[in-house]
Every structure is written in structure tokens, then in C-alpha cells.
């Protein structure tokens, strides 16, 4: 009886040392990337850094087929992570992979959707919904409504007509629509975002869940003339879904505004925390953006 009192007890020990050394670990994070419309070979890498240089994040590379090849191999193990990063724009992955994807999800995972990702899948409910709102590629008012701030509330727009566009690149203000989640705790409610695309005329079931930031797409700049969700999380059964639209790559990881922006970064590694974990333990930088000057973490450090 006292044999197995100590086999107990070392057991105890043994649980509670895997559980310390688990609490310190970095966050086991999959990039799933491969095939886009956009320069993946540098936004991948880009993401990876800023992940990684912040010590949070630990992150394995899903890297699928290029375009017309054979994808019934891409079967990546997403059971394995605490957060999933898409960074994938392209052709659709086997059936099994759909699945697991949406099993993952559902049993509460934690998910960032990275600006063309929502491109994806046009035609794969689940997908869409857990985007929320998605453009281009057939998408119409079959995919769900149009939504934008207006009158101070998110408005959702039935309207007939395409989903997705967005006018030329610039510098603009991001505003924010809510208070208190952990992802925006102390950030300013205005900063300005070096230059981008600002996706407009997005559309999906649009359960956004919270609304984070907008910004104004101006109709002389080609954009719709509304003020347009680019950060929220999603309303997904228990999953953490964090959608971030920002982050157009550039050429080359030393020309890439979109991503070098600080504003940009401490949002990804925000959002990725909390959809991992639920909490936020990151300070709030000193080099974050304000309303009127850019912030550039050229190294993405
Ligand atoms: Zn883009």
C-alpha cells in the first residue's frame, strides 16, 4: 500500500513538472501558406518572424502543393496546435483536411485569419463562416450581406453586387469600434497604418463578434465610401477566430510596409495570443503608432 502511495505521489510530482514546463512553452503555432494570389513566400516568412522574435510563438511551416498539383498528401495536423495562422489563398485541400480543419475549430481552437486568406474558398460554408466576411473570387449577395460602420453600429447591407475590392494603397487611420477585450487593452482608439490595401465591400454571414477597427474607405481613393470592419474576432461556437485584413505583402521582406508596420505587428502577436490562449499578457509597446505618425518595426522585431 505505501509502494503505491509513493508511485502516487511521485506521479503527482512528475504531472505537475510537465505541466510547469508546458506553461513556459512557446505557442505551438501552424502557418498554413503555399498558394496565393499574393507574395506568400514573404508574407509567410514575415509572419514567422514576428511570431518567433517576440519569444511567444513557436511555428511550424504547412506548406501546400503549388497551384494545379496534386493535393491529396496536404493533410496538415492541425489537432497538434494551439493556433492555426492562413495564409492561404488557392486551390481547395482535400475533404479530409476540410474536416479536420473544422473539427480544430470547433472544438474551440484558436484560428487567425491573415488578410487574403479570406479570399479563399468561395463556395466552403464552414470556411466562410469562420471568416465571417470574405471577397473576391464569386463572391455576391449569395455569400451573405455587405458590413460596415455606420450611424455608430455595424450595419449589414443586402444589397445586390460583388464582394470584395479595394481602391489604391495608402496610409490611413485605423478607428476603434469596442472596449475591453483583451486584444485591445491600452491601445490607442486612433492610429495610422503605413501604407496598404484597405479591403472594402467585403461580404459573408458577417457573425463578427468584436469589432476592433474600421477604416474609412475613400471613394476618391477608389474605395467604397464606407467605413469598413478590418479587425474583429469571430462569433464561432467556442473557437477564438481572430480576423486581421491588414498586411498586404510587399516584394520583399525589406520592402513590405504593410507588415513592417508596428501597428500591423503587435496586432498579429495580440490576436494570436488570444486566440491561442484567450489572454493577452503583452505590454502595450512604446513604439506603437499614434493617430498622426506611423511606426515601422522594419526587422519585424
Ligand atoms: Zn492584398
Not at 165 to 176: A, F, M
Not at 268 to 291: I, Y
Request: hydrophobic share 35%.
Amino acid at each position: 500500500m505505501k509502494q503505491f502511495k509513493k508511485i502516487g505521489l511521485l506521479l503527482a510530482a512528475f504531472m505537475l513538472g510537465i505541466f510547469s514546463v508546458w506553461a513556459q512553452k512557446p505557442i505551438k503555432t501552424l502557418v498554413v501558406t503555399g498558394q496565393n494570389n499574393h507574395n506568400w513566400p514573404v508574407s509567410h516568412i514575415a509572419i514567422q518572424k514576428i511570431l518567433e522574435n517576440s519569444g511567444l510563438f513557436q511555428v511550424d511551416l504547412a506548406i501546400s502543393p503549388q497551384k494545379g498539383e496534386d493535393m491529396s498528401a496536404f493533410t496538415p495536423d492541425f489537432s497538434a496546435y494551439q493556433l492555426v495562422v492562413l495564409d492561404y489563398n488557392g486551390d481547395p485541400w482535400p475533404e479530409k483536411t476540410n474536416q479536420a480543419f473544422v473539427e480544430y475549430v470547433k472544438k474551440g481552437g484558436g484560428v487567425v485569419i491573415y488578410h487574403a486568406a479570406n479570399n479563399s474558398f468561395p463556395n466552403w460554408k464552414e470556411y466562410n463562416e469562420i471568416c465571417a466576411l470574405g471577397g473576391w473570387e464569386g463572391r455576391d449577395e449569395k455569400s451573405g450581406p455587405y458590413a460596415y460602420w455606420e450611424n455608430n453600429q455595424l450595419k449589414k447591407d443586402m444589397t445586390a453586387g460583388p464582394g470584395g475590392s479595394h481602391g489604391s494603397q495608402r496610409e490611413y487611420v485605423l478607428t476603434t469600434r469596442s472596449q475591453g477585450h483583451p486584444v485591445l487593452k491600452g491601445l490607442p482608439e486612433q492610429w495610422m497604418h503605413a501604407q496598404d490595401e484597405l479591403y472594402d465591400r467585403m461580404r459573408g454571414p458577417a457573425n463578427i463578434g468584436t469589432l476592433m477597427y474600421t477604416a474609412f474607405a475613400l471613394k476618391d481613393k477608389g474605395g467604397s465610401g464606407r467605413e469598413e470592419p478590418l479587425v474583429f474576432t469571430v462569433d464561432y461556437g467556442k473557437a477564438r477566430i481572430f480576423h486581421l485584413m491588414l498586411g498586404h505583402a510587399g516584394e520583399t521582406l525589406e520592402n513590405n510596409p504593410a507588415m513592417q508596420c508596428t501597428g500591423f505587428q503587435v496586432l498579429l502577436l495580440r490576436g494570436s495570443e488570444w486566440a491561442a490562449t484567450g489572454k493577452v499578457t503583452q505590454k502595450v509597446p512604446a513604439d506603437f503608432p499614434t493617430a498622426t505618425k506611423i511606426s515601422y518595426r522594419k526587422d519585424y522585431k
